[in-house]
């Protein structure tokens, strides 16, 4: 079974960082796109960072420049790098990543962690 493991939000003040993991756990053939989504209050859940196989990126327009994303296939390991972060960053934010776990191409996602930023 496979199952995302965040970790790394909390409460920073503004300009502040703050690095999001995800770590893939259980039985992967393989591991495809890699993704942060979030969530603010209100708010309809938007794709933040995206990146492919390959280490292709793409950035939701108001992140980039702040924001990047990274993986690392060894440790089966997706992570976001949030700088210059601001109270419209605030949201919760999902893992996704699309792999297959014996079922085919599946997108699976992480339990969601909380990011605040607030002077």
């Known amino acids: 079974q496979v199952q995302l493991v965040e970790s790394g939000g909390g409460y920073v003040h503004p300009g502040g960082s703050l690095r999001l993991s995800c770590v893939v756990s259980g039985r992967v053939f393989s591991i495809y796109d890699m993704a942060w989504y979030r969530r603010a209050p209100g708010k309809q859940r938007e794709l933040v960072a995206l990146?492919?196989?390959?280490?292709?990126?793409n950035y939701e327009d108001s992140v980039k420049g702040r924001f990047t994303i990274s993986r690392d296939n060894a440790k089966r390991t997706v992570y976001l790098q949030m700088n210059s972060l601001k109270p419209e960053d605030t949201a919760v934010y999902y893992c996704?990543?699309?792999?297959?776990?014996?079922?085919?191409?599946?997108?699976?996602w992480g339990q969601g962690t909380q990011v605040t930023v607030s002077s």
């Open positions: 990146i492919s196989r390959g280490g292709s990126t």
């Open positions: 996704n990543v699309a792999a297959d776990g014996g079922l085919g191409y599946v997108n699976y």
